[in-house]
């Protein structure tokens, strides 16, 4: 359904603002780089395997949502995509504390969680099949 789905989203940025050091050097380029170099590491291949395991998880969210109704047709792994750069997005920025706008009032926790909400919230009802007028 689409709540397993946003809640996926929400889940990934409670990740990443409970542990921000970590996704950081997950994401680092030279992570990346490292992940591609044929003599990687039995633990570097391995979390390369786990990120490739919750894309693929994610893919089978979108693929259940159109099975049941949710999604529109379309390619699974294209509004997976979607789906995780407006996630990452929100976590990035989150991290950096670039959704701040006012340093008066920064955002918390809880503001950022809400607005991840209302973002895959709007971002499901994109997804969503074309009922017509």
Do not use: K
């Not at 989150?94 to 006012?102: F, K, V, W």
């Amino acid at each position: 359904s689409l709540d397993a789905l946003e809640r996926s989203g929400v889940a990934y940025v409670e990740l990443a603002l409970d542990h921000p050091a970590h996704c950081a050097v997950m994401f680092a380029r030279a992570a990346a780089d490292l992940r591609r170099r044929a003599d990687a590491s039995p633990q570097v291949r391995a979390s390369h395997s786990a990120g490739h395991a919750a894309f693929d998880g994610l893919v089978q969210l979108i693929a259940a949502a159109q099975r049941d109704g949710f999604v529109r047709e379309g390619d699974p792994e294209e509004f997976a995509c979607i789906a995780w750069c407006t996630t990452h997005g929100i976590a990035t920025l989150a991290m950096q504390r670039m959704l701040d706008g006012d340093e008066e009032v920064p955002w918390d926790r809880e503001t950022t969680l809400a607005f991840t909400r209302r973002a895959l919230a709007n971002l499901s009802r994109g997804f969503a099949p074309d009922r017509g007028a």
